[in-house]
């Protein structure tokens, strides 16, 4: 069974530019969920998706994100303009059902804003 | 308010010693429990978790855990490292029962020779 991939695995962008992050989790994997790891900090909670919908995006920094999942498949998240505290690790996991608490998660993408 | 304190940043330890790892955690109910583990360029990988019934939680590579509801403690352990066990060490804690997640800040667990 492939895993969770995501890609780029790093990124390093201008102040100002876009950023978009891709997340595959496994086939047949209704829940996904975005987490952050800022400059050695907690990794934190970003957004949950159930399908294609938000179930929770309560983690979501500001409006400069914008998270997306097209079909209910994979997952894309974009910041628009980037910060420089926007650096930092971008993990991705997927779960089959919420309850299971079984997620499967991506290697992350390193995101670095200069 | 919940919250998931580790209070190690960073251990040494020799191969083939003991390891614990703790992890503290504040939460209303009854607490669901994890440990996640990362090594270099990999994702986090769950070791073991804690849900309820007993309180001594064994897990892959040769790590358990006990929960502790008394000292709010959830210590991840390991006999005899490995050279492998090199890696930063996770502990987080359910706060929905839709499976977010809330993580403390890590450890970094450096092995020697």
């Known amino acids: 069974e492939a895993g969770v991939t995501q890609f780029p695995s790093h990124s390093v962008i201008e102040k100002g530019q876009t950023v978009t992050l891709r997340c595959d989790p496994i086939?047949?994997?209704?829940?996904l969920y975005w987490y952050r790891r800022v400059m050695g900090k907690e990794i934190k909670f970003l957004l949950h998706?159930?399908?294609?919908?938000?179930?929770?995006e309560s983690g979501m920094p500001n409006n400069r994100f914008l998270a997306e999942r097209t079909g209910g498949t994979y997952s894309t998240l974009k910041v628009q303009p980037a910060e420089l505290e926007d650096s930092g690790v971008y993990f991705c996991a997927s779960s089959q059902e919420a309850e299971d608490y079984g997620y499967t998660f991506g290697s992350g993408t390193r995101l670095t804003v200069v | 308010a919940q919250s998931v304190t580790q209070p190690d940043i960073h251990i040494t330890v020799s191969e083939g010693a003991s390891l614990e790892l703790r992890c503290n955690y504040s939460y209303g109910a009854t607490p669901y429990l994890f440990w996640y583990v990362q090594s270099p360029g990999q994702g986090l990988q769950l070791l073991l978790k804690?849900?309820?019934?007993?309180?001594l939680v064994q897990g892959i590579k040769g790590f358990e855990a006990e929960f502790k509801r008394s000292q709010s403690s959830f210590n991840l352990r390991k006999p005899s490292v490995h050279w492998s066990d090199a890696a930063e060490y996770f502990c987080a804690l359910l706060t929905d029962s839709w499976g977010k997640l809330q993580f403390g800040a890590g450890t970094q667990v450096v092995v020697t020779p």
């Open positions: 086939s047949g994997h209704d829940n």
């Open positions: 998706f159930v399908k294609e919908s938000k179930q929770d």
């Open positions: 804690y849900f309820s019934g007993d309180t």
